[in-house]
């Protein structure tokens, strides 16, 4: 090789390692990202499996069958429960991945995690094991697309680049030698140095299809892959930007959350969720396009952000885009739900505080429980103390903790006027010495902590407590989410022993089954049945309908179902909502359930309620007539034989 050419062999050589160098940090980068999700997808399900096969009472063909009704939802290739301390295996179950486009040479030089595995039982006396694996197919598709796409893009360049090579050691051997006459140079026409130029331009090319590669990775690190929307850090960065260049009235920033998206993904799956979150997306890109100096990104996996770059058009645009959400053909498919929240003037502060004033405002929004009207803007200078999530959830603990609560109480009464019990709420002291915050103040933090369990095992007690002083009967709501959390079904059950004697008969625990909260599983049925063993009157909250598991719910100790007055509002003028109030209680009594309405504002909607048979309710429109201090116990709550 001659010595001119070395320096582009050398230029040639540094080029193909900075693309193998490329290659290899993208594909490293994607399997990271893709671990991580199949990570979290094996402990979460492993997690909620964990839970259904820790409730007490379930002999090892109970177990079986909860574990294999999982494996056959087809989502996992290997599911194993084994006992505790070398016992044998109860369940050992496998299934062959999904077929994939990606070769099995590359499955192998690039794995992805095993399965999650929990433990089962109490903490501190483990009874067995649960190993889950979901499919990792979908994940080996995404990884070996990845490497399809940036691979095509590496050999352009090092094509391009072995051409400028080659080019350049054809000049150079066929260049007259050294030493040739000046006839040659007189008969020859002296040509033109035109290959720089041309290598020039090649190089160029070669420099913006790596810049465009630096690019693409630059959009995995600060792009959300499913929505196309900047991520966290990257939309922060450019709320701070705006922060700080904002004056006069400020800005506006709006938060989108996607209400309980964990069930949405399990009833709809991955892929119709991905397209319905891309569908959030593209609502707010319209804003987006329509006004550039907006910004949109995705914050987490429920919640979306849209930074206005004017202030005073925060409410507007806020019902704007919650209609508008509605309105989308994906989310109305997929029965999704949406609230919005936000505040208007934000100037001269951190981006972090921005967005915990927003969050704070959604809060509200998603605590008023009505999708139709879930969007609430507050006004920056009206905010006060912005507490972010990660303060909330300390205050809302050490208030449960050091004892901070008190219970609300309204009554529940029949069509002559008696007491049938106290329907309690749980009010929390967040600050000492401060008033108590009814549980819209603080419900939705206390979810989004995952304290609701707490919550709801504090205010069983208070009730017993109570209960215990003054002998009148009382009911408190759980939440179904409480069921997931280890140990909360048996937490309840000895607090139900331990309460004075007679205490639980004069308890009522209503499990709250809203719309969003799906199908009646196996831990409900155990949790009504140990309960209801232990004397507890079991009702069942229903705010979206009855659901079609109230047979076996019936079967498993339920007393009576309690549904919002809303389902019913018009009742005393509205024929069609006569009829389905009808048929209501009709369904309900048939089964020797009692049914009770909550809420009820309208007087001549509860003289509608009793005309019907209902068999007690709750709300302004009522009054408690029995004596101050006295027992409950007087009116039933036995519904008329079918």
Same mark, same amino acid.
């Given at each position: 090789?001659?010595?001119?050419?070395?320096?582009?062999?050398?230029?040639?050589?540094?080029?193909?390692?900075?693309?193998?160098?490329?290659?290899?940090?993208?594909?490293?980068?994607?399997?990271?990202?893709?671990?991580?999700?199949?990570?979290?997808?094996?402990?979460?399900?492993?997690?909620?499996?964990?839970?259904?096969?820790?409730?007490?009472?379930?002999?090892?063909?109970?177990?079986?069958?909860?574990?294999?009704?999982?494996?056959?939802?087809?989502?996992?290739?290997?599911?194993?429960?084994?006992?505790?301390?070398?016992?044998?295996?109860?369940?050992?179950?496998?299934?062959?991945?999904?077929?994939?486009?990606?070769?099995?040479?590359?499955?192998?030089?690039?794995?992805?995690?095993?399965?999650?595995?929990?433990?089962?039982?109490?903490?501190?006396?483990?009874?067995?094991?649960?190993?889950?694996?979901?499919?990792?197919?979908?994940?080996?598709? /995404?990884?070996?697309?990845?490497?399809?796409?940036?691979?095509?893009?590496?050999?352009?360049?090092?094509?391009?680049?072995?051409?400028?090579?080659?080019?350049?050691?054809?000049?150079?051997?066929?260049?007259?030698?050294?030493?040739?006459?000046?006839?040659?140079?007189?008969?020859?026409?002296?040509?033109?140095?035109?290959?720089?130029?041309?290598?020039?331009?090649?190089?160029?090319?070669?420099?913006?299809?790596?810049?465009?590669?630096?690019?693409?990775?630059?959009?995995?690190?600060?792009?959300?892959?499913?929505?196309?929307?900047?991520?966290?850090?990257?939309?922060?960065?450019?709320?701070?930007?705006?922060?700080?260049?904002?004056?006069?009235?400020?800005?506006?920033?709006?938060?989108?959350?996607?209400?309980?998206?964990?069930?949405?993904?399990?009833?709809?799956?991955?892929?119709?969720?991905?397209?319905?979150?891309?569908?959030?997306?593209?609502?707010?890109?319209?804003?987006?396009?329509?006004?550039?100096?907006?910004?949109?990104?995705?914050?987490?996996?429920?919640?979306?952000?849209?930074?206005?770059?004017?202030?005073?058009?925060? /409410?507007?645009?806020?019902?704007?885009?919650?209609?508008?959400?509605?309105? /989308?053909?994906?989310?109305?498919?997929?029965?999704?739900?949406?609230?919005?929240?936000?505040?208007?003037?934000?100037?001269?502060?951190?981006?972090?505080?921005?967005?915990?004033?927003?969050?704070?405002?959604?809060?509200?929004?998603?605590?008023?429980?009505?999708?139709?009207?879930?969007?609430?803007?507050?006004?920056?200078?009206?905010?006060?103390?912005?507490?972010?999530?990660?303060?909330?959830?300390?205050?809302?603990?050490?208030?449960?903790?050091?004892?901070?609560?008190?219970?609300?109480?309204?009554?529940?009464?029949?069509?002559?006027?008696?007491?049938?019990?106290?329907?309690?709420?749980?009010?929390?002291?967040?600050?000492?010495?401060?008033?108590?915050?009814?549980?819209?103040?603080?419900?939705?933090?206390?979810?989004?902590?995952?304290?609701?369990?707490?919550?709801?095992?504090?205010?069983?007690?208070?009730?017993?407590?109570?209960?215990?002083?003054?002998?009148?009967?009382?009911?408190?709501?759980?939440?179904?989410?409480?069921?997931?959390?280890?140990?909360?079904?048996?937490?309840?059950?000895?607090?139900?022993?331990?309460?004075?004697?007679?205490?639980?008969?004069?308890?009522?625990?209503?499990?709250?089954?809203?719309?969003?909260?799906?199908?009646?599983?196996?831990?409900?049925?155990?949790?009504?049945?140990?309960?209801?063993?232990?004397?507890?009157?079991?009702?069942?909250?229903?705010?979206?309908?009855?659901?079609?598991?109230?047979?076996?719910?019936?079967?498993?100790?339920?007393?009576?179902?309690?549904?919002?007055?809303?389902?019913?509002?018009?009742?005393?003028?509205?024929?069609?909502?006569?009829?389905?109030?009808?048929?209501?209680?009709?369904?309900?009594?048939?089964?020797?359930?009692?049914?009770?309405?909550?809420?009820?504002?309208?007087?001549?909607?509860?003289?509608?309620?009793?005309?019907?048979?209902?068999?007690?309710?709750?709300?302004?429109?009522?009054?408690?007539?029995?004596?101050?201090?006295?027992?409950?116990?007087?009116?039933?709550?036995?519904?008329?034989?079918?």
């Amino acid at each position: 090789m001659s010595r001119g050419s070395r320096p582009m062999a050398a230029a040639a050589a540094l080029t193909g390692l900075l693309l193998a160098a490329a290659l290899a940090a993208d594909l490293r980068a994607t399997q990271q990202a893709l671990a991580r999700q199949l990570e979290a997808r094996n402990h979460d399900a492993a997690a909620v499996l964990a839970a259904a096969l820790s409730q007490p009472g379930q002999d090892e063909q109970a177990l079986r069958a909860v574990a294999m009704a999982q494996f056959a939802a087809g989502h996992t290739v290997h599911l194993r429960v084994h006992g505790a301390g070398g016992a044998p295996t109860v369940v050992d179950l496998r299934r062959p991945p999904a077929p994939t486009a990606a070769p099995g040479w590359f499955r192998r030089a690039l794995p992805l995690p095993a399965a999650g595995v929990v433990s089962l039982g109490e903490p501190g006396r483990p009874a067995g094991a649960l190993e889950i694996e979901a499919d990792p197919a979908w994940a080996h598709e /995404a990884l070996w697309e990845s490497f399809l796409r940036t691979g095509v893009a590496a050999i352009v360049l090092a094509l391009l680049s072995l051409g400028v090579l080659l080019r350049a050691l054809i000049r150079r051997s066929s260049a007259p030698p050294a030493g040739a006459g000046t006839q040659a140079a007189a008969t020859l026409p002296t040509a033109t140095p035109a290959t720089p130029d041309a290598a020039l331009q090649q190089w160029h090319e070669a420099f913006a299809a790596q810049a465009e590669q630096v690019a693409h990775l630059q959009r995995q690190a600060q792009l959300d892959a499913v929505t196309g929307l900047p991520l966290r850090h990257a939309f922060l960065g450019q709320l701070q930007q705006r922060l700080d260049e904002t004056g006069g009235p400020g800005l506006a920033l709006l938060i989108v959350r996607v209400l309980d998206l964990e069930t949405v993904n399990r009833r709809l799956g991955h892929a119709a969720t991905d397209r319905l979150l891309g569908a959030v997306a593209d609502v707010l890109l319209t804003y987006v396009d329509r006004v550039p100096a907006m910004r949109a990104g995705r914050l987490n996996g429920s919640d979306f952000a849209l930074c206005l770059p004017v202030a005073g058009v925060a /409410a507007e645009t806020a019902e704007s885009l919650r209609n508008a959400l509605a309105a /989308a053909p994906a989310l109305r498919t997929g029965l999704a739900e949406v609230a919005v929240g936000g505040v208007d003037g934000v100037r001269g502060v951190a981006a972090g505080d921005a967005l915990a004033a927003a969050d704070a405002a959604l809060a509200r929004a998603e605590a008023d429980g009505d999708p139709a009207a879930a969007s609430v803007v507050l006004q920056a200078s009206a905010q006060g103390e912005v507490l972010g999530a990660g303060a909330w959830t300390e205050r809302i603990h050490r208030a449960l903790v050091e004892g901070r609560t008190t219970l609300r109480s309204q009554p529940v009464q029949d069509a002559q006027g008696r007491l049938l019990h106290l329907e309690c709420t749980l009010q929390v002291q967040l600050r000492p010495g401060g008033p108590h915050e009814p549980a819209d103040r603080w419900r939705a933090a206390a979810r989004r902590g995952r304290l609701l369990w707490q919550v709801d095992l504090v205010a069983v007690e208070r009730a017993i407590e109570a209960i215990a002083a003054d002998g009148r009967a009382r009911a408190v709501q759980i939440s179904r989410s409480s069921l997931s959390a280890p140990g909360f079904t048996t937490d309840v059950a000895a607090a139900l022993a331990a309460a004075a004697r007679g205490a639980a008969r004069q308890l009522a625990l209503e499990l709250v089954n809203d719309a969003r909260a799906g199908a009646v599983t196996a831990p409900v049925a155990s949790a009504l049945s140990l309960w209801a063993r232990a004397g507890v009157r079991m009702g069942l909250d229903c705010s979206g309908g009855a659901p079609p598991e109230l047979p076996e719910l019936k079967a498993a100790g339920l007393q009576y179902v309690k549904i919002d007055a809303g389902q019913l509002q018009g009742l005393a003028h509205d024929d069609a909502v006569r009829s389905y109030a009808r048929g209501l209680v009709a369904l309900v009594h048939g089964l020797g359930l009692a049914l009770l309405v909550g809420g009820v504002r309208d007087d001549a909607d509860a003289v509608a309620l009793w005309a019907l048979g209902v068999d007690a309710a709750s709300g302004p429109a009522l009054t408690d007539t029995s004596p101050s201090g006295t027992s409950c116990s007087g009116a039933s709550l036995t519904a008329p034989g079918p």
